[in-house]
Nanobody
Framework: QVQLVESGGGLVQAGGSLRLSCAASGRTFSSYHMGWFRQAPGKEREFVAR????????SYADSVKGRFTISRDNAKNTVYLQMNSLKPEDTALYYCAAGRLVTGPMRYDYWGQGTQVTVSS
């Protein structure tokens, strides 16, 4: 069992920055590849970013590439999403997800409750 808790969301002006955190329970954090997803009102949940177990490999959605940075600190069981140059279209509920290696690549087993990010113009 793994529990994920997101934090760091809030109301931000367009062009501003925000850093999201996702804290994971347990002592096997380094065994999970992690991802960030978001869901805007009336829209389907979409992929934002992912990071490998070691943090050596990352991938981003085209919509956030160059603006967002995903990172992880395995010693703290935490994954981060640094969001810069925020746009109103970034407004969404952001979810953290964890995937077991045995489950397969780009597949996630656990999800957090989400943290709201609202970007005003």
């Amino acid at each position: 069992q793994v529990q994920l808790v997101e934090s760091g969301g809030g109301l931000v002006q367009a062009g501003g920055s925000l850093r999201l955190s996702c804290a994971a329970s347990g002592r096997t954090f380094s065994s999970y590849h992690m991802g960030w997803f978001r869901q805007a009102p009336g829209k389907e949940r979409e992929f934002v970013a992912r990071i490998s177990t070691s943090g050596g490999s990352t991938s981003y959605a085209d919509s956030v590439k160059g603006r967002f940075t995903i990172s992880r600190d395995n010693a703290k069981n935490t994954v981060y999403l640094q969001m810069n140059s925020l746009k109103p279209e970034d407004t969404a509920l952001y979810y953290c997800a964890a995937g077991r290696l045995v489950t397969g690549p780009m597949r996630y087993d656990y999800w957090g409750q989400g943290t709201q990010v609202t970007v005003s113009s």
